[in-house]
C-alpha cells in the first residue's frame, strides 16, 4: 500500500520567512497530490493539489512535485502566525484513495 | 453555505455501550466518508459512501458499521465500544469519487470510551 512520510514532525518559523515542508510517497504513479491544513480543533482544509511533474504557485504558496524522487514539497512565502497549523500531506492510491501522512506542526513566531 | 456538519463534538462512553456518531453536508455531495484520526498516525478512513445504500469498507472497518439513508447524512456506529476506540472522527464529503477531489471536513468528533 501507498506509504507517506513527512518530515520535519514539528518547525519553527520567523513571522515573514519562508517555511519548507516535506512528503516523500512510495508509488510513483500515485494519482494526486494534496496539501490539507489543519488548525487546533478543526478539521483539515485543502490547501493546494498537484497532479504533474513540476512546480504550481498559489497566492504565497508553491509546491514542487518530483516523482523520480518520489518528493513533494510545499512552501509558504512570508509566513505569518495565522499559517500556524498542522499541515498534512496527502497522496492518491492506486484504488483512487487518499493516503495520509501524519503531518508536520508549523508554529510561526511573531 | 458549504459545510459539514458533525454531532456531537464530544462523547465519553463506557466500553461496551454503543455509539452513535452523525454527520451531515449541504452541498448534495455523492461521495462521503469517515475517518478517524489518532496522534502520531495520518487520517485512516474508515468507510466510504458513494451514495445512499452504496458503502464500502476503507482500510480500517472493523468494529464499525456505516448507515447512509439520505444524501445529505452519513451516521458511524459502533456496536460495543472498545477503549481502542478512543479516537477523533472526522467525516468529509466529496463532490465525486477519487483522489483528485477536494474533500470538506467536518470539525470532528471527540470519543472516549472508559
Known amino acids: 500500500q501507498e506509504k507517506v512520510q513527512q518530515s520535519p514532525e514539528s518547525l519553527i518559523v520567523p513571522e515573514g520567512a519562508m517555511s519548507s515542508l516535506n512528503c516523500t510517497f512510495s508509488n510513483s504513479a500515485s494519482q494526486s497530490i494534496w496539501w490539507y491544513q489543519q488548525h487546533p480543533g478543526k478539521g483539515p482544509e485543502a490547501l493546494i493539489s498537484i497532479f504533474s511533474n513540476g512546480n504550481k504557485k498559489e497566492g504565497r504558496l508553491t509546491v514542487y512535485l518530483n516523482r523520480a524522487s518520489l518528493h513533494v514539497s510545499l512552501h509558504i512565502r512570508d509566513s505569518q502566525p495565522s499559517d500556524s497549523a498542522v499541515y498534512l500531506c496527502?497522496?492518491?492510491?492506486?484504488?483512487?484513495?487518499?493516503?495520509w501522512g501524519s503531518g508536520t506542526k508549523l508554529i510561526i513566531k511573531p | 453555505d458549504m459545510k459539514v456538519t458533525q454531532m456531537p463534538r464530544y462523547l465519553i462512553k463506557r466500553m461496551g455501550e454503543n455509539v452513535l456518531l452523525e454527520c451531515g453536508q449541504d452541498m448534495s455531495h455523492e461521495t462521503m466518508y469517515w475517518y478517524r484520526q489518532d496522534p502520531g498516525l495520518g487520517l485512516q478512513l474508515i468507510y466510504i459512501s458513494y451514495d445512499v445504500d452504496s458503502n464500502s469498507e476503507g482500510d480500517i472497518p472493523k468494529g464499525y458499521r456505516v448507515s447512509r439513508k439520505k444524501r445529505e447524512h452519513f451516521s458511524l456506529i459502533l456496536d460495543s465500544a472498545k477503549t481502542n476506540q478512543t479516537s477523533v472522527y472526522f467525516c468529509?464529503?466529496?463532490?465525486?469519487?477519487?483522489?483528485?477531489?477536494?474533500?470538506?471536513f467536518g470539525e470532528g468528533s471527540r470519543l472516549i470510551v472508559v
Open positions: 468529509a464529503s466529496s463532490l465525486g469519487q477519487g483522489a483528485g477531489n477536494t474533500l470538506y
Open positions: 496527502a497522496v492518491g492510491d492506486s484504488n483512487y484513495q487518499l493516503i
